[in-house]
T-cell receptor, first 110, second 115 residues
Framework: DAKTTQPPSMDCAEGRAANLPCNHSTISGNEYVYWYRQIHSQGPQYIIHGLKNNETNEMASLIITEDRKSSTLILPHATLRDTAVYYCIALSGTASKLTFGTGTRLQVTL | NAGVTQTPKFRVLKTGQSMTLLCAQDMNHEYMYWYRQDPGMGLRLIHYSVGEGTTAKGEVPDGYNVSRLKKQNFLLGLESAAPSQTSVYFC??????????????FGDGTRLSIL
């Protein structure tokens, strides 16, 4: 599975959009981009995933560049409860064995 | 709908003791996984299972055994606990998916300390 690179930390004001970047320049054609987050010491929570098209669900939007070498997770109206570590993962295969890096620590402030 | 439930939530063991961590899921998922997370680090896969009666090794399997006798349960055993196994253990499950197209659902973790 391709290596991903994320900034170690970001800040966002409450109510503003949080845009979290991820670089996956070595991603292969059959690898999906997944986003998870981990709030405090809870279990990781699935957010969204995509292959090449942009995706949106009730939690977030995922924008994947046309060359698929990078992506951005967008939380449209961040709240204090969105403070967490966000992980971007590229993977393929029928048994999706996740490998989490160190992620981006998002701090949402008043 | 409970999702993925892990028991116990906390446990303290002495070196050399054995114990079993239980993971139960009520989503009828085929795949189940055990991960460990050490302070400041990401998750590392210990063992996984793609169906009842089958298990496979992950990235860090040494010192652990697993069993999947029933589809809904995945047990993680520590044969002889060592301080290096102090960690937070997460269980996850997912339906089967072609080409990695199925997200995993996680439990809230078991915090294990080995003295």
């Amino acid at each position: 599975d391709a290596k991903t690179t994320q900034p170690p930390s970001m800040d966002c004001a409450e109510g503003r959009a949080a845009n979290l970047p991820c670089n996956h320049s070595t991603i292969s054609g059959n690898e999906y981009v997944y986003w998870y987050r981990q709030i405090h010491s809870q279990g990781p929570q699935y957010i969204i995933h995509g292959l090449k098209n942009n995706e949106t669900n009730e939690m977030a939007s995922l924008i994947i560049t046309e060359d698929r070498k990078s992506s951005t997770l967008i939380l449209p109206h961040a709240t204090l409860r969105d403070t967490a570590v966000y992980y971007c993962i590229a993977l393929s295969g029928t048994a999706s064995k996740l490998t989490f890096g160190t992620g981006t620590r998002l701090q949402v402030t008043l | 709908n409970a999702g993925v439930t892990q028991t116990p939530k906390f446990r303290v063991l002495k070196t050399g003791q054995s114990m079993t961590l239980l993971c139960a899921q009520d989503m009828n998922h085929e795949y189940m996984y055990w991960y460990r997370q050490d302070p400041g680090m990401g998750l590392r896969l210990i063992h996984y299972s793609v169906g009842e009666g089958t298990t496979a090794k992950g990235e860090v399997p040494d010192g652990y055994n697993v069993s999947r006798l029933k589809k809904q349960n995945f047990l993680l055993g520590l044969e002889s606990a060592a301080p290096s196994q102090t960690s937070v253990y997460f269980c996850a499950s997912s339906p089967p998916g072609r080409r990695g197209n199925q997200p995993q659902h996680f439990g809230d973790g078991t915090r294990l300390s080995i003295l």
